[in-house]
């Protein structure tokens, strides 16, 4: 553990932004897993509204520097295309 007092209030910080990051990194999963759910089912309605929402909260997520913009657009192209096969 950290002996200086900024050190210490850095250390506390470091720590409430890795649990904000786990949640929003979470979600980001969430959303990319009811899309696969979704392609599983096979009904276009519920597919476009679920990568609609997921496109959202990754945009989102990329533009908060959670995750980097080349792995949002992987995770995009590759939904879409089995998106499109369906």
Do not use: P
């Amino acid at each position: 553990m950290a002996n200086i007092k900024s050190s210490k209030k850095r250390a506390i910080k470091s720590e409430k932004q890795r649990k904000y990051n786990m949640s929003y990194r979470s979600m980001l999963r969430t959303y990319i897993k009811k899309v696969n759910n979704a392609l599983l089912t096979k009904n276009k309605e519920l597919i476009q509204i679920a990568f609609k929402q997921m496109q959202s909260v990754i945009d989102k997520q990329v533009s908060r520097g959670l995750i980097h913009k080349n792995k949002a657009s992987r995770h995009k192209s590759r939904l879409y295309f089995k998106m499109n096969n369906i």
